[in-house]
């Protein structure tokens, strides 16, 4: 079968060179969103709050995050990025400045909302990374952007960890402000000048993102697999540092922080995974990858009184869940080449809700019944997902690119 581009999309100009500083960019700003993972502890004792509360910081970004994805990325549809993805990204450093000045834990948890409202580079990034690819690289290039968002999230948690060690938890948001403030200068020259897909008025514009999703299953089913996965993924993370903060481990930050390069190992291994869409089999390693993540699950069960199971079931998750967060995006970035940042909006709104309530449930699991409650619930996710995959691997998970 051919592959033809569609009207809509621009004349590929995407080069390895510039895949690598979307995935930096991108990385640089998905990172804002996990800052806190880390420094749970430190936080609340710093902030005066319990420990089980402190877990909605990391909840509260992330329902600002998904609202800022559906509110602005689809705009990357209608507008020039070119302009839009700096003036975002000067909003973001804004914002974290004002986290590292928050002086109560109610004005940090209204600043981290702000935060992840404006933390949507990333998501921008993505779906121009497709627009500008030749079809039969577009998952090459897409899974290098979503790669460099990976390793972000994971190296967030690995450097908040060390400069918290050093310099208390509020210097890392200052330090990913001047980070922040040069990477925009740097994306501002590098983005392509390319005209806007479509004209249509704001209000219309964010309609269409839920006539997309009534209109295609594949959208539907991936949304909800999106949704499984990553809160799956915000589960283990935000549980991990109330099992490594306590007894018998009772780990400093640094030490916590340095578990992201037990997930840093599986996003890098993920790095390829969008070459399985191009390739025709996506949906063969979506049932694959979530029976991986049902395995990390049972082994991190062996993890309340060893480190070692810990660590692989780290590496083993993060395989999983980022290969499937690949996949997914991929699958829904073949339904329609105009309609990509919408799309994209969709899933990632999709994927932060579900992360969203992994967070917020990992503290009421923890209160339940401490690591064991965590990976029950883990364990039952991925099983629930390996359900519907098998239900929709011959009909709604296919598509024309993801056979």
């Given at each position: ?25 991108g ?6 969103l ?21 877990s ?7 329902l ?14 209608v ?36 935060l ?41 948690r690995?450097l ?8 208390g ?74 099992l ?11 030490m916590?922080?340095m ?14 995974t ?5 390739r025709g ?47 997914n ?55 629930v997902?390996?359900v519907?995959?098998v239900?929709?691997?011959r ?9």
């Amino acid at each position: 079968m051919s592959i033809q581009r569609s009207a809509a999309e621009p004349a590929p100009t995407m080069t390895p060179g510039l895949a690598l500083v979307f995935a930096i960019a991108g990385g640089a700003a998905v990172g804002n969103l996990y800052w806190a993972q880390p420094l749970l502890e430190a936080m609340s004792r710093d902030l005066d709050t319990p420990l089980s509360r402190s877990s909605w910081l990391v909840t509260v970004v992330q329902l600002g995050y998904a609202f800022g994805v559906f509110l602005i990325v689809p705009l990357g549809d209608v507008v020039n990025r070119r302009r839009l993805v700096p003036l975002i990204m000067l909003l973001s450093v804004a914002a974290l400045v004002a986290s590292a000045v928050a002086p109560t834990f109610e004005v940090l948890l209204a600043v981290m909302v702000m935060l992840g409202f404006s933390t949507v580079t990333g998501q921008l990034l993505a779906p121009l990374a497709g627009d500008l690819s030749p079809p039969e690289r577009r998952g090459e290039f897409v899974s290098t952007v979503t790669a460099g968002l990976l390793i972000g999230i994971l190296a967030s948690r690995t450097l908040a960890g060390v400069i918290a060690g050093l310099a208390g938890w509020r210097a890392i948001f200052i330090l990913a402000a001047v980070v922040a403030l040069i990477l925009t200068a740097i994306i501002a020259r590098r983005i392509p000048d390319e005209a806007p897909k479509a004209a249509m008025p704001y209000p219309a514009l964010i309609r269409s993102v839920f006539t997309i999703i009534r209109r295609e299953p594949t959208v539907r089913w991936t949304l909800v697999l999106a949704m499984l996965g990553f809160g799956a993924f915000t589960l283990f993370w935000t549980s991990l540092t109330f099992l490594l903060s306590a007894p018998p481990y009772s780990y400093s930050v640094t030490m916590i922080g340095m578990f992201g390069l037990a997930g840093l190992a599986g996003a890098i291994a993920a790095r390829r995974t969008g070459l399985l869409h191009d390739r025709g089999h996506s949906v063969a390693a979506t049932g694959a990858f979530w029976g991986l993540a049902l395995f990390a699950w049972i082994v991190a069960a062996l993890g309340a009184g060893s480190v070692a199971p810990i660590i692989i079931s780290a590496v083993l998750i993060d395989i999983a869940l980022q290969g499937l967060l690949i996949l997914n995006q991929m699958r829904l970035f073949a339904v329609s080449g105009a309609e990509r940042s919408r799309l994209n909006s969709a899933f990632i709104t999709a994927n932060f809700l579900g992360g969203a309530a992994g967070s917020a449930a990992a503290g009421s699991l923890w209160a339940a019944g401490d690591w064991t409650a965590i990976v029950v619930a883990g364990a039952a996710i991925s099983t629930v997902s390996l359900v519907i995959w098998v239900l929709g691997r011959r009909g709604p998970l296919r598509t024309p690119d993801a056979q």
